[in-house]
């Protein structure tokens, strides 16, 4: 390829015309742009790009600009763009300010050498203006990376329990599987809540997986190198659980460990305390709890010694704590304390889509428990499955599956096991599957589709509409592309439906 100084000099004038106009179109259109130097320092960004300091982290630009782009933007790949010198023309980057799909182009000077290069935002809220594709990609590369950092963790965590026995976290967000618009959002509300320090509380029915999630946000936080301690309250004695939370000074009491005993808040100095059934403490203690959490100090049982400690607190409760503070059975100054950033955990029957999948993950896990081949469902039985209002969630599905596997005599499990198995047990509400459709509708939805032809199409384009302007929060441009109609084509049928 010719060097630009070898050109005629028109020449040579139309190309750097021609280069300085495609940077104005992309700085103008473009929902953001970035310049990085050879050193990969930020020296430059747009005003399109300024919207997204504050959910980076950042109040003014010089906190941004002259810095490592590495130091200021979660995941970038500018510095792989430095070193290869090669463009990354369409990728996806995730990071605290959403989901952006970003061109990256390296800048060369007159001999060829790499002196920077270009990072240009071409959509931002990915998941909606390219649905389904960019936001099922950006869903499986999120699910892909936890399950590395999973596995990653899980190798550390082995070696730092076999040196000195401490207590990690089990699970990351790979381990809540799910693939619905409700448990996407849920993992969505966990990771954000990873990143800060506040207190969570997880609200959900019995056996939703906030455990779980309680696992993965601390895996997830600055504190995953720390310690995971959790109690569940419902099943430690009223009268054990102070000593389960602040610990026993030596010899507090006849027959009293002579060296005493650490409590839970001191087990998860650094890391993270998980309290399950937090609707259960009983109200005595709920105002020791508080001043624990509001002075960050605590007080062994039979020592007047106030002990400091650092722990994120994470709470958790099937119970509806809004009516037990309005019965006065739990205090609401430690409701509010507690309540920073509540996450519902939804349940089982508002994510049935979901089912399938969590059916071939509790398949493999039983598999590995037993050493038996992985139980497979009929096509019949998943819906049978599907169909179920599942009033102990998932915990409900694993016992049906466990039973159906030991009453089967091969790995094959079909419609009629299962409908005998959920009858029996009387752990499901037991529903029908659907029925299929048969020939002649009903009088009453003949009757409605006796309706001129032209009348039912400018209906269903005028739902098709609404609906895609809701998807892409009134973006018409993206509305259009959605429908795969041209925007002038859309700007008169809105104007019809106006």
Known sequence: MEKTDSLPRDAQSILELAARSMFDLFANASEGMMLVDRQARVVWINEQYKRFLPALGFERVEDFVGHPVASVVQNTQMHHVLESGKPILIDLLTNRAGTFVVSRIPLRDNVGEVIGALGIVLFDHAETSLQPLVGKFALLQRDLDDAR????????????????????????????????????????????????????????????????????????????????????????????????????????????????????????????????????????????????????????????????????????????????????????????????LPIRVPPLRERREDIPALVEVLGEDMALRSGAQPPELSDAALSLLSAQVWRGNIRELRNVLEQATMRSDSHRIDVSQLTAVLRESGVAQLEPLPAPAVPGAAAGAVTAMVRPLAEQVAELEREAIAAAMTAVRGNKVAAAKMLGISRAKLYERLGENA
């Open 149 to 340: 950092r999973e596995l990653a963790s899980e190798r550390i965590s082995q070696r730092m329990s076999q040196r000195n026995g401490q207590r990690q976290s089990r699970y990351t967000f790979a381990s809540f599987v799910g693939a619905s618009p409700a448990a996407v959002e849920v993992k969505r509300q966990a990771r954000r809540a990873a990143q800060t320090a506040s207190p969570v509380l997880l609200l959900g029915e019995t056996g939703t997986g906030k455990e779980l999630l309680a696992h993965a946000i601390h895996a997830s936080s600055a504190r995953a190198d720390g310690p995971f301690i959790s109690l569940n309250i419902a099943a430690v004695p009223d009268t054990l659980l102070e000593a389960e939370f602040f610990g026993v000074a030596p010899g507090a009491y006849t027959g009293a460990d002579r060296k005493g005993r650490e409590g839970k808040f001191r087990l998860a100095h650094g890391g993270t305390l998980f309290l399950d059934e937090i609707g259960d403490m009983p109200l005595g203690l709920q105002a020791k709890l508080l001043r624990a959490l509001q002075e960050g100090e605590i007080e062994p049982l039979g020592s007047n010694k106030l002990i400091p400690f650092d722990a994120r607190v994470i709470a958790a409760t099937s119970r509806d704590l809004t009516r037990l503070v309005r019965e006065g059975h739990f205090r609401e100054d430690l409701y509010y304390r507690l309540n920073v």
